[in-house]
């Protein structure tokens, strides 16, 4: 094999080199996460943010590494086919055709490609800039190549919305839960905060059977009694009827105002939010850092009372059930065996059905009034109903209401 030859192979190895370097580049730009890249810019790292810069005009990137890639590859088939003619003939170009799309294929495509979509960040800040030179490079060809995209783009107008939906952010977050870059806890708070905005205040209300309240002449040592029984800090007060709340009383007021100081219950009343069951509990919690509020009243279509929401309650939908040293802890999803719960009748029907996989078109909000639309009466102890794979028994009830159930999973022979 002469100089020449030996040449040729040198220069077809730099060559193939150069094809797998625009590949990687390639897949590192399309791979890598911009927002980690951004973090990193922000940090200080010159090549990162090189590298942001880039990102952010893909088409003209994209433009000069396509350029780069097929000059090599042509210059590389075009000296595989000289020297393959050179050492077989009129059978060379078939040879090199063979040979070089099996290189070019194994070292300047695949190989490179699966390396730089491990670590798209890393590569994509190495190729920054010789990249950043060959836009300088291929200007005029990047030009004249844009223009031809704008105007083949006029014929082929993307009509979809490219910005991110909420399901598809969520995705992401199970997706870093999955891989490792956020814990369970991290990915819970995130889900929380991202569907915060849905939620409405009637979904996180307290009913009215279960707001405790007292009417406004109400005796001194009732009220006291109230608050050492109940634990609250606040109450709701009413005129006539719970129908008509108009404050709430503080416990430190009622304390240092009322009992020690005499004054009248009226006097220590605040005024109290009134809003609508749909109010969002964004737009409830603003309210309440507006009016350095704590609990709002809940009115029907009648402008009756349907219940209250606290502050407390909105800060639990983001971070979880919140107890103090005088709540008392209840488990709403108690096993008792094997695919056995005895479950508060107060959780959320999204709650049960999420728990045991199940779903249904049910109005309800709570799993008490589920179990009620399925009995199709007031539940009593030792009602019982199946449903899908569960079945479900009444355990407690309190007045018309069930307060817990107990409920059965059927499984299948293989789980």
Known sequence: MGSHSTGIIIALVILVILSAYFS?????????????????????????KLAYHLSQNYDELLSSILIGNNIVNIAATSLATLLFIHLFGDNGPTVSTVCMTVIVLIFGEVTPKGIAKEMPEKFAMFSAPIIHALNYVFKPLNVCLLAIRRFAGRFFKNTGDRTISESELLTFVDEAQLEGGINENESELIHNVIEFDDLEAIDIFTPRVDVEAVALDTPVEEIKRRFAETNFSRLPVFEESIDSIVGIINEK??????????????????????????????????????????????????????GIVTLEDIVEELVGEIWDEHDEVVEVFRPLGENQYSVDCSVSLEDFFEFFGIEDDDDSSTLNGWVMAKLDRVPQVGDAFDFEKLHVAVETTDGPRAVRVRVSKETNGDE
């Not at 109010?279 to 850092?289: T, V």
């Open 24 to 48: 990687a580049t390639e897949t590192a730009f399309s791979s890598l996460n911009r927002i980690r890249l951004k973090n990193l810019a922000e940090e200080g790292s010159r090549r990162a």
């Open 253 to 306: 007021d009622f304390h240092n105002r009322v009992l020690m100081g005499g004054a009248p219950l009226s006097g220590i009343v605040k005024p109290v939010e009134v809003i609508p069951p749909s109010m969002k509990i964004s737009a409830l919690l603003k309210l309440f850092q507006q009016k350095k509020s704590h609990l709002a009243v809940i009115v029907d279509e009648f402008g009756g009372t349907e």
